[in-house]
């Protein structure tokens, strides 16, 4: 599932365009499987309609709400959100490069220049109030 840019923000927009071939993989196929329903049974299960099931599994819907996913979540008896969806970066470069960042940043820390992007973020968002000032 492929992020549309037209319902973000140029902050969002700026941090997918890092990993342009990043997207979300709905693996509701396994999850049915292992319980033995269809698609259609989940969908009068949940009270989610039929179409908005299919346009996840196909990866065209976007809109996901919370009360769906936990609708879903709690039919198929999934207590892990990793399970019902999985991160992908197609492109072997970009994968690479999210894997030795990810990794430094769990073996370290978030670097410094990740935390001073914060007040320009703030001031393109119209949210600088909301920014603490470092003494």
Do not use: W
């Amino acid at each position: 599932m492929k992020i549309h840019k037209s319902i973000s923000n140029e902050v969002i927009e700026e941090n997918l365009d890092a990993y342009s071939t990043a997207t979300l993989k709905f693996n509701i196929d396994e999850c049915l499987d292992e319980v033995s329903m269809t698609l259609r049974e989940l969908s009068l299960l949940t009270g989610i309609r039929y179409a908005t099931l299919i346009d996840l599994k196909k990866g065209r819907r976007v809109n996901i709400n919370m009360p769906q996913m936990l609708s879903i979540m709690i039919t198929l008896k999934i207590d892990d959100f990793g399970k019902l969806f999985k991160f992908h970066i197609e492109d072997d470069q970009e994968r690479e490069d999210f894997r030795e960042k990810a990794e430094y940043i769990r073996k370290y820390e978030m670097p410094e220049e990740v935390f001073d992007k914060i007040p320009e973020n703030a001031r393109r968002l119209g949210r600088e109030n909301e920014v603490k000032h470092k003494k």
